[in-house]
């Protein structure tokens, strides 16, 4: 079943979606050569701390981490450590979550740590967080599932890569419900695959977590013995970009957007819901 909010419900996952705002503003100026990813965990569990939240990811099927802090070629799930440190060139992502009043916010970034980034690895975190702004800007009434895996898919597939060949889409991953709980229903693949049909129709009340993660080569995986480190099979480095998004009467509102997301879909053509938290 596919959880609908209510105007109010939606109201507290924006309240959620501010804290993970700040998570990530917070984690990404502290990732600088010679922090570890502990560090990072720290810096935000006390953002949380300050804004009254509870962790979302700590305790989640026993995730040791407030955040989850994955490098170069780890994917996803990355468990911050302070065995981890951060080296100029590095490409990090940075998962965060938090819960306010029982309601969930989810987003991800990739940041690059320090200076020394080939044009290839900034061109592959930017093509996969414009591939997240085109499935947000096909979350709207009367389309269905399916039509934000497209428009995900399309616009990767458009993009060349700078030293040739083809991005990897990561099939075993992807977006997913988000509400009461932060994985719920529909699980949302970021390419189409036409034996799942077209999935659910997208109405006012729907929330859904849209987060693409691409490799330079390979889309496949394999989680190491900690039960949780993702990495691609052919050690290619990877990105990874997601926003907690709500469809309303009057468009969709990015929760875990400072703005709404009203700067990046008005480039789109896309006018966002209030806010509102005002």
């Given at each position: 079943?596919?959880?609908?909010?209510?105007?109010?419900?939606?109201?507290?996952?924006?309240?959620?979606?501010?804290?993970?705002?700040?998570?990530?503003?917070?984690?990404?100026?502290?990732?600088?050569?010679?922090?570890?990813?502990?560090?990072?965990?720290?810096?935000?569990?006390?953002?949380?701390?300050?804004?009254?939240?509870?962790?979302?990811?700590?305790?989640?099927?026993?995730?040791?981490?407030?955040?989850?802090?994955?490098?170069?070629?780890?994917?996803?799930?990355?468990?911050?450590?302070?065995?981890?440190?951060?080296?100029?060139?590095?490409?990090?992502?940075?998962?965060?979550?938090?819960?306010?009043d029982g309601w969930h916010g989810d987003a991800a970034l990739t940041v690059f740590v320090g200076?020394?980034?080939?044009?290839?690895?900034?061109?592959?975190?930017?093509?996969?967080?414009?591939?997240?702004?085109?499935?947000?800007?096909?979350?709207r009434k009367g389309n269905r599932l399916v039509d934000i895996s497209k428009a995900i898919e399309?616009?990767?597939?458009?993009?060349?890569?700078?030293?040739?060949?083809?991005?990897?889409?990561?099939?075993?991953?992807?977006?997913?419900?988000?509400?009461?709980?932060?994985?719920?229903?529909?699980?949302?693949?970021?390419?189409?695959?036409?034996?799942?049909?077209?999935?659910?129709?997208?109405?006012p009340g729907m929330c859904l977590a849209i987060e693409p993660m691409v490799s330079l080569g390979?889309?496949?995986?394999?989680?190491?013995?900690?039960?949780?480190?993702?990495?691609?099979?052919?050690?290619?480095?990877?990105?990874?970009?997601?926003?907690?998004?709500?469809?309303?009467?009057?468009?969709?509102?990015?929760?875990?957007?400072?703005?709404?997301?009203?700067?990046?879909?008005?480039?789109?053509?896309?006018?966002?819901?209030?806010?509102?938290?005002?």
């Open positions: 079943m596919v959880e609908i909010k209510t105007p109010e419900q939606i109201a507290k996952m924006r309240e959620a979606g501010l804290v993970v705002a700040a998570m990530h503003e917070a984690c990404a100026a502290a990732a600088v050569p010679g922090a570890t990813t502990k560090d990072l965990d720290e810096v935000a569990a006390r953002v949380l701390a300050d804004h009254g939240a509870k962790p979302n990811f700590l305790g989640y099927g026993g995730f040791p981490g407030n955040i989850c802090t994955s490098v170069n070629d780890i994917v996803v799930h990355g468990i911050p450590s302070k065995e981890t440190v951060l080296k100029a060139g590095d490409l990090l992502s940075i998962d965060a979550g938090a819960i306010v200076e020394g980034h080939s044009a290839e690895l900034r061109e592959l975190s930017r093509v996969t967080e414009e591939s997240m702004w085109a499935g947000i800007a096909a979350m399309s616009y990767i597939r458009r993009q060349p890569r700078p030293a040739g060949g083809k991005y990897g889409i990561i099939e075993d991953y992807g977006g997913h419900g988000i509400g009461s709980q932060m994985h719920m229903d529909p699980h949302l693949l970021n390419y189409v695959e036409r034996r799942r049909g077209r999935g659910p129709k997208l109405v390979t889309a496949r995986t394999h989680v190491l013995s900690d039960e949780w480190t993702v990495k691609t099979n052919d050690g290619t480095w990877s990105s990874h970009w997601e926003h907690s998004i709500a469809l309303t009467e009057q468009g969709p509102l990015v929760l875990t957007a400072p703005d709404g997301g009203r700067a990046k879909l008005a480039e789109l053509g896309v006018e966002v819901a209030p806010d509102p938290l005002g």
